[in-house]
């Protein structure tokens, strides 16, 4: 008797990290496309930290909040294993 059975498309996806709409967004708030190295997106971090840091641009009212957006973004694809 042969069993024919599907592939765990469940396990498949959780190699494919960057198919997630999550880090799709995370990838795209640092300029990025999937799929993209750890070493891009440590990169793009780097030069956009510096870039909106707040103390870069103290005038700047949005300043804070970019700055802010740019490294919740890195924190979440680090914690996923992608810088």
Do not use: C
């Not at 008797?1 to 190699?15: A, E, F, I």
């Not at 891009?40 to 780097?46: D, E, G, L, T």
Request: without cysteine; glycine residues 4%.
């Amino acid at each position: 008797m042969v069993v024919k059975t599907k592939p765990n498309l469940n396990r498949t996806r959780h190699l494919i990290p960057w198919e997630d709409a999550a880090v799709q967004r995370h990838l795209a708030t640092l300029g990025l496309k999937p799929p993209a190295s750890a070493e891009a997106v440590k990169r793009a971090f780097r030069a956009l930290a510096l870039k909106y840091h707040p103390d870069k641009r103290p005038d700047d009212e949005n300043g804070s909040t970019d700055f802010q957006r740019i490294k919740d973004a890195y924190d979440a694809l680090a914690a996923a294993g992608m810088a």
